[in-house]
């Protein structure tokens, strides 16, 4: 398999950190962005804040004057939550433009590279609160239309050698997911009623299905949403 140039959004921690690792361990360059950089991420890392756009848009034409890029992850993820009587306008506008304007921003200065080289891979990461979680409308929604924007791109560039697909994990033992359900909470036990193996997923775990998607032999695979949540969404089908 050809060495490949992996740009990962919220590459510091977590899913983003995991996915990194692992494309390292199996000869890639992952290239990272987020607001700060770790000390031993395994590749070129890009300090900025994904919510300014200009600077967003300096950072990756830097990465595409490095040289081309072949995948694309966009896992950076912002949430906010509430009841629909409470949802803060402010709050549903950041989540949607983290979520989604990020991702757009992104490809958007990476596909010509792809399209020109007939060979892309794009995963957007998705959420299990799509289905239809409460209290999760800024979140959920935002996660809901990066699943439609992979479908209508992965049909727009199929027959470029470019897939889209997305991953859309259940409750992950991450910093964001334990702000919200502390280790041994009456929330944590709640929401894992709802999980049928009973468990948190791993980084790691989740790494391992979105390289998949990112490997030579998935070329025929595109526009699907894989969800990898213990077992979640057929409890919440």
């Given at each position: 398999m050809a060495k490949r140039r992996v740009l990962i959004t919220g590459a510091s921690?977590?899913?983003g950190r995991a996915v990194a690792d692992r494309l390292a361990a199996e000869?890639?360059?992952?290239?990272?962005?987020a607001r700060s950089a770790p000390h031993d991420f395994p590749g070129p890392f890009y300090p900025v804040d994904l919510a300014d756009r200009a600077a967003?848009?300096?950072?990756?034409?830097a990465i595409a004057e490095a040289g081309p890029v072949d995948a694309v992850v966009n896992n950076v993820g912002f949430a906010r939550f509430g009841r629909i009587g409470s949802i803060d306008l402010d709050d549903l506008f950041l989540?949607?433009?983290m979520n989604v304007r990020t991702a757009v921003?992104?490809?958007?200065?990476v596909l010509p590279g792809m399209v020109a080289a007939g060979w892309g891979r794009i995963v957007n990461l998705s959420s299990l609160t799509t289905l239809g979680t409460a209290e999760r409308t800024p979140y959920a929604a935002a996660k809901a239309a990066l699943e439609t924007c992979t479908r209508i791109w992965?049909?727009?560039?199929a027959s470029t050698g470019v897939t889209v697909n997305a991953v859309a994990p259940g409750p992950i033992e991450t910093e964001m997911y334990r702000e919200r359900s502390p280790a041994g909470s009456e929330r944590e036990a709640r929401m894992l009623t709802a999980i049928p193996m009973r468990r948190v997923g791993t980084p790691a775990e989740i790494a391992h299905v979105i390289c998949s998607l990112l490997h030579e032999d998935a070329g025929y695979l595109t526009g699907q949403i894989v969800r990898v949540d213990g077992g979640g969404s057929i409890s919440a089908a």
């Open positions: 921690k977590g899913i000869g890639h360059e992952p290239i990272g962005l967003t848009a300096e950072t990756l034409a989540t949607y433009d921003q992104v490809v958007q200065a992965a049909g727009e560039l």
